[in-house]
């Protein structure tokens, strides 16, 4: 009989998260997945957790920090095949906690060159690539646009509470036999010791994030943050907004969204390259909540008097701070070989790891499938 794969997957986050779980839908595959961080958890070196989360393609192409050409159009393809799967989980499976929102997007024509406007480009776009994926596309008419507003286009999209989502994720892998661990590595190799059965594994998957910075046998230094910091309210906008950028800053930034089975409302944010500052900033969040109000009122509604609320019409339940994981280069989604043992990398995935998950992460189990080929000719995988 042939024996298992044995697999350690490094990360608890969406992406170490969401390749375990395809890995492990292979029986064959033996799964322990290591993590310094875990759903639940909220810290400055766990992303996952502070995303919105919702699906608004494309950053990729038009950010100045990346590369663009063959790359590029691979994170269009995981755009693509990551959208009919979370269509599928909003449509039937509501415990994943993934729900249906229409999304506006608004350009103005002013912000192109700053990095929020550079990171939403492609998504302002009056014919966008992605407008025959997503339903419902549509463009307001000129007529009905604010005067500082060039383009406005509507779709129908998802938004994922971002904790809810990834237990899902880990319930779905343990139903498979994924085991799970927490763990600190300074070095990838030392994952080699933490396999559920005590031996040393064939393969290991590294999905750190930012954590491949610093992590020994990898550090790569093509990896930098871009801090989002948010407000997460009680209040309901009644759909989601983004805007191309706003007058208080190049790099601060103006979204809404909604998360799935009372996950609250995200009011963002910022897009603060090379920012590594893990506290909200007071001064900040104002402007986020005056800058949200202004682009959905209802949000706050009026008073009793049929006066437009401010600020203090919001119910505030907290402040929060995430750094996306960005690459210089793109994503690395790639085989390697560290100290003699397989490796598959899968990092980098900046404000996009939700909408790109199971595109990327499904190329990347199919990398781990030809290393344990490589490894194992004669095994049956
Ligand atoms: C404010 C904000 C809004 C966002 N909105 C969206 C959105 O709407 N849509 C979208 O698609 N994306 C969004 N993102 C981006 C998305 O959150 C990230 O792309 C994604 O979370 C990255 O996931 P990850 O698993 O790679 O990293 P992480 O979630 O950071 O997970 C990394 C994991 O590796 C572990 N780890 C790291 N180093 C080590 C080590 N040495 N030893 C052991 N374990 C280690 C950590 O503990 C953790 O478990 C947003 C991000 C932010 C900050």
New binding site residues.
Partial sequence: MASTNKIVV???????LTTAYLLSKDKSNEITV?????PGDYDI????M?????F?PDEYFVSPWYSVGAEGSAHARWETNTWPVLEDLAQNHPEAGIHFQKSVVINRKKDAESATGLWFKELLRPDPWYKDIVPDFKLAADCDLKPEVDNEASFTSVCMNAPVYLSWLVSQCCKNGVVFKR???KHISEAATVHASGQKPDLIVN?????SLK?GGVQDSKMYPAR?Q?VVVRNDPGAMYSLSGCDDGDDEACYIMMRAAGGGTIL??SYQINSWDSQPEPSLAVRIMKRCIEVCPQLVGKDENGKQRGIEGLDIIRHGV????LRHGGTRVEKDNIDGTAVVHN?G????????SFGCCAEAAALAKEALAEIKPKARL
């Fill in positions: 490094i990360g608890g986050g969406v992406i170490g290591a993590a310094k961080h875990m070196e766990y992303c996952s502070w995303a919105g989360a919702n608004l763990a600190t590595f999905c750190t994030g930012l954590g992590l989002g948010v963002g944010g995430g750094l996306r994981p990092y995935h900046g404000g996009f790891g939700y909408q790109t």
